[in-house]
């Protein structure tokens, strides 16, 4: 998986490769689709939710620019290999997902896999986390109709948030730059989300 679909399309970053080999990606998802974990694509992982494409989540992860002492916020727990990902590249990672219950295997399985940098919030992640914030990096695994304007507010100056935007069927991938008077957008890409669901998302 990691030498064809995530170092043959352009990753460079390694150690967001270094991550991806050593994340067992078939502990996150269901045992009747472990013989898939590994193909090129995302995965069902149920409640009509999705496991990322590896490639989009090596992009999204690259992205971040993440070096290992940031605080990372992260909307869109899911079955939490995503999470996983982060945990290896930054210093700790608060992430909300909108369903309990798939929060709670996210939680089971981290802790058996010995995080002890990630917490998790069963909510809204369109209000963002303003308990912990500012973040040095946020990203958004789910697809937005734009910004959610509380994230602007809750990335801390140099900060990063990678985000898919658009319409319900395809988003382009977007990096928010903050600087210390304004916020730079680039275009990463297309790509293809579950919808962010929210306050300041598409609504329920
Ligand atoms: N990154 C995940 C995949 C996420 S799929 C993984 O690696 O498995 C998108 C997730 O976003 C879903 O679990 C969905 O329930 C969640 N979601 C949708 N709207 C949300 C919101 N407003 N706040 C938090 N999570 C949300």
Same mark, same amino acid.
């Given at each position: ?48 939710? $999705? ?25 869109? $727990? ?35 896999? #010995? ?25 958004? $695994? ?13 990335? /801390? ?24 008077? /304004? ?14 669901? #929210? ?6």
């Amino acid at each position: 998986m990691v030498q064809e679909q995530i170092i043959g399309r352009g990753i460079g970053d390694a150690r967001v490769i270094a991550a991806m080999r050593k994340i067992s990606r078939h502990l996150f998802v269901d045992p009747g689709l472990v013989n898939r974990a590994y193909d090129d694509s995302a995965l069902p992982i149920g409640d009509k939710q $999705t496991l990322s494409q590896p490639y989009i989540a090596a992009r999204m992860t690259e992205a971040l620019r993440l070096t290992g002492m940031e605080k990372v916020l992260e909307l869109g $727990t899911g079955s939490g290999y995503q999470t996983a990902l982060l945990a290896e590249l930054c210093f700790n990672v608060f992430s909300v997902e909108k369903l309990r219950a798939l929060s709670r295997n996210a939680r089971t399985l981290l802790d058996r896999l #010995g995080y002890q940098n990630i917490a998790l919030h069963v909510g809204d992640g369109t209000i963002g986390w303003s308990e912990h914030a500012p973040y040095n990096a946020i990203i958004v $695994t789910a697809g937005a109709p734009n910004v959610p304007k509380p994230l602007l507010d809750q990335l /801390s100056v140099g900060g990063r948030l990678v985000i898919p935007i658009g319409a319900e069927q395809a988003q382009i991938l977007i990096r928010v730059s903050r600087t210390r008077s /304004s916020f730079k957008e680039e275009q990463l890409g297309e790509c293809k989300f579950v919808k962010l669901l #929210g306050k300041y998302g598409w609504r329920d």
